[in-house]
C-alpha cells in the first residue's frame, strides 16, 4: 500500500529536522563530510525541488545547489520568474559522499526519513525531482512506475494531494549539453503547472 507521506507527528517542525541532520551519525558518510546540507529557502510558492546528494562546495558550505549546478539551476529558475525565496531545495542524501559519487542503497535508506519528514511538515505542492535518485525515490513513494529518467522527465504526474515533475539533473545537464533543451522545457512545464493555480 501506497506510504501517506503527508501524515505526520504534530510535534515535528523544519527547524528541528535540520538541527538533527546536522548532527546526524547514522551512516559513516558523518565521518567525511564538512557539513551536512539539510535544505533551504523561503517555500513561497510550495514547490520542492530535490536533488541526489551534497557535492563539494555544498559540503563546504553547507548549502544545497551552491557550485556550478547551483549557479544553473538559479537561472532556470529565473527563467520563469522564480526565485530561491519561491522554492525549497533539498537532496535525498543530506551529506557528500566522497569523490561525488553515487549515493548507494544504504544511504539513501538510512538518510530518507529526514525527506519524508520534510515532505510531511512542508507538504509541498509541486515536488520536482531532479535526476534519476531522486525521481525514482520519489515516483515510487507517491505509487508511479519509475522507467528510465529519460522517459519520465518533464513529465507531469498528479497525485492526490500533490504534482510531481521529474527533471534531468542540472550537473547531468551541464554534463551532456543536449539534455539542456529539455530541462529547460521542464522548468516552462513547471511554470504552467503553477499558472494552472497561482
Ligand atoms: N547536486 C545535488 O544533487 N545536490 C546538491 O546540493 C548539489 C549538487
Redo the contacts with the bound molecule.
Sequence with gaps: MQMDLFSFDSSDSLEKIEEEIRSCTKCPLAKTRKNA?PGEGGFKRKVMFI?????RW?DIKGR??V?A??KYLDELLASIGLSREDVYIT?IVKCRPPGNRDPTDEEISLCSPYLERQLAVMKPRVICP??RFSAKYILEKFGFAMKSISAVQGKVFRGKDVIIIPMY?P?AALYHGQWKPALERSFKILREVLDESP
Design positions: 546540507v536533488g541526489e546528494a551534497p557535492g555544498e544545497p545547489f557550485g549546478a547551483g537532496n531532479l535526476g539533473h550537473a
